[in-house]
C-alpha cells in the first residue's frame, strides 16, 4: 500500500492565486515527520516545509504553509499568492519513527503545477 | 541551509563499464546518506542507505552487487553503478540529514543524470 498519495498529477493555476497540493499518508507510527520538498526541471530538490506529527500548529514557511489534519492524515501544502517561479514538480514525503535525522523519507508520486501568466 | 554537492552532475557511458558518482556534505558531516533514482516523469525511489563506517542497506528490489555503495568518510559517499546498461539510465540523487538546527529534515544534492548508450 501506498504511504503518501497524491492524487494530483498536475494542476493549472492562475499567477497570484493561492494554490493547494493535496497529500494524504499511511503510517500506524504515532511519531512520524510530514515534508514537502520543490523539484524545478533542472533537478534539484528544494525543501520547503516540514510539519511534525507531535507540532501543535500548522507549520509555514513565507508563502507554504502545511494544512495538518491529523485525524484524516492528510497534509496538504498551500502555496499563496502564486508566481510564475513556482511552476514545479512537487513532492510529499513522510519520515516514519521519532524525530531522528537518520531515518529515510519516502517520497509521494508527485505533482506537476504550471502557474499561468 | 545545508550544502550537499554530487559529482559528476552528468555522465555518458558506454554498456558494460562502471560508473562511480560521488556525494559530499560540503558544511556538515553526515554519518548517513541516502541514495535515490528517479526515472523521468516519476518520484524518487530510495535505493539505499550509506552508513559511514559499515555496510550500506538496501532496499528491497535494489541489486547491492550492482549499486555499490561506500560511505569513507563522514562527507563522502560513492554510488557505483557497475556494468551499467542502459536500463540504469536515470537520474540519481543523494541527500544527506543535517544537524543541529530546528528542522528534520534533509538536503538533496543536485543529482546526476546518468545516460548509458
Known amino acids: 500500500a501506498q504511504k503518501i498519495t497524491q492524487t494530483q498529477p498536475g494542476m493549472f493555476v492562475q499567477e497570484k492565486e493561492a494554490v493547494t497540493l493535496d497529500c494524504t499518508y499511511d503510517?500506524?507510527?504515532?511519531?512520524?515527520?510530514l515534508f514537502w520538498y520543490k523539484q524545478p526541471s533542472s533537478g534539484e530538490m528544494i525543501f520547503l516545509i516540514y510539519?511534525?506529527?507531535?507540532?501543535?500548529q500548522n507549520a509555514t514557511e513565507g508563502r507554504y504553509s502545511l494544512n495538518f489534519q491529523k485525524a484524516r492524515k492528510s497534509a496538504n501544502l498551500v502555496i499563496s499568492a502564486s508566481q510564475l517561479g513556482d511552476s514545479a514538480m512537487y513532492f510529499c514525503?513522510?519520515?516514519?519513527?521519532?524525530?531522528?535525522?537518520?531515518?529515510?523519507?519516502?517520497f509521494g508520486k508527485g505533482t506537476r503545477l504550471h502557474i499561468l501568466p | 541551509g545545508a550544502v550537499v554537492s554530487q559529482h559528476p552532475s552528468w555522465v555518458i557511458c558506454k554498456s558494460g563499464t562502471s560508473v562511480k558518482i560521488e556525494c559530499r556534505s560540503l558544511?556538515?558531516?553526515?554519518?548517513?546518506m541516502f541514495w535515490y533514482r528517479q526515472f523521468p516523469k516519476q518520484s524518487l525511489m530510495l535505493m539505499a542507505t550509506?552508513?559511514?563506517?559499515?555496510?550500506?542497506?538496501?532496499e528491497q528490489g535494489v541489486e547491492k552487487d550492482k549499486f555499490l555503495i561506500n560511505h569513507a568518510s563522514l562527507t563522502l559517499s560513492t554510488l557505483t553503478v557497475t556494468s551499467a546498461h542502459p536500463e540504469d539510465s536515470s537520474f540519481y540523487i543523494c541527500?544527506?540529514?543535517?544537524?543541529?538546527?530546528?528542522?528534520?529534515?534533509?538536503?538533496f544534492g543536485p543529482g546526476t543524470r546518468l545516460t548509458v548508450l
Open positions: 514525503a513522510m519520515r516514519e519513527g521519532p524525530m531522528n535525522r537518520d531515518d529515510k523519507i519516502i
Open positions: 510539519q511534525g506529527s507531535y507540532d501543535q
Open positions: 541527500s544527506a540529514p543535517a544537524a543541529g538546527g530546528d528542522t528534520d529534515t534533509q538536503y
Open positions: 550509506s552508513n559511514e563506517g559499515s555496510k550500506a542497506t538496501y
Open positions: 558544511d556538515f558531516q553526515a554519518t548517513t
Open positions: 503510517t500506524s507510527d504515532p511519531s512520524y515527520g
